[in-house]
Structure formats: structure tokens, C-alpha cells
Nanobody, 121 residues
């Protein structure tokens, strides 16, 4: 069974940077994964997608708020997906979740526990 664990969250001042990591495990991950995405949920708001990457390709997606500031990348050998976040703003404060879309699924069906990011002004 595929599992993902996020890390790298913390508190940073506005303008700073953080790199989040999402490490996947499970013997079917590499062959059964369509995409890995980063989502976030701020207090009192709905969860939103931030960025995603196709596991067997280079195609990426960024939300409007992430474009130009965040970069998603993957290390296949380590089964890890990174989210480099630069020029952070207080509005980026949220719990960030990593999620996997498995083969044959139309939604992200495997979720991590999340890592908290706090950006202070």
C-alpha cells in the first residue's frame, strides 16, 4: 500500500524560502502512480491545489498563486517530490499536504498527514 510522508514545514519570515519533501513508500508506487500533488489548507479555507507533477513525465501544474514563486520537482530514485517555495508571503500560511493520484483513479487518493508552514510578516 502506498503511503506518503511530508516534511520541511516550519516558520519563516515573509520573503523567505522553504523546501517541502514528500517521500513515498510502497512497492507499487513507481508503477501505479499517475501524479503527485501538493495541496494546502489555510485555517477557515478550503483545501486547494498548489502544484503537481506527472510521475512518468515532466508535465507540471501550478496554481496562479504558486506560479513564479514555487517549483515542484521529483527524484524518482528516492521516490521523493519536492516543493521549493520562494518569496513566501503570510498568505502562504497553511498546512501543506502531499497526495498521490493512482493509476485508474481520477482523484488524488493517497494523502499524507501534512506539514505546517507559517509565514510571519
Amino acid at each position: 500500500q502506498v503511503q506518503v510522508v511530508e516534511s520541511g514545514g516550519g516558520m519563516v519570515q515573509a520573503g523567505g524560502s522553504l523546501r517541502l519533501s514528500c517521500v513515498a513508500s510502497g512497492r507499487h508506487f513507481e508503477t501505479h502512480t499517475v501524479a503527485v500533488g501538493w495541496f494546502r489548507q489555510a485555517r477557515g479555507k478550503e483545501r486547494e491545489i498548489v502544484a503537481s507533477v506527472r510521475w512518468n513525465g515532466r508535465s507540471t501544474y501550478y496554481s496562479d498563486s504558486a506560479k513564479g514563486r514555487f517549483a515542484i520537482s521529483r527524484d524518482s530514485a528516492k521516490k521523493t517530490v519536492y516543493l521549493q517555495m520562494n518569496s513566501l508571503e503570510p498568505e502562504d500560511t497553511a498546512i501543506y499536504y502531499c497526495a498521490v493520484q493512482a493509476l485508474g483513479r481520477t482523484e488524488y487518493n493517497v494523502w499524507g498527514q501534512g506539514t505546517e508552514v507559517t509565514v510571519t510578516s
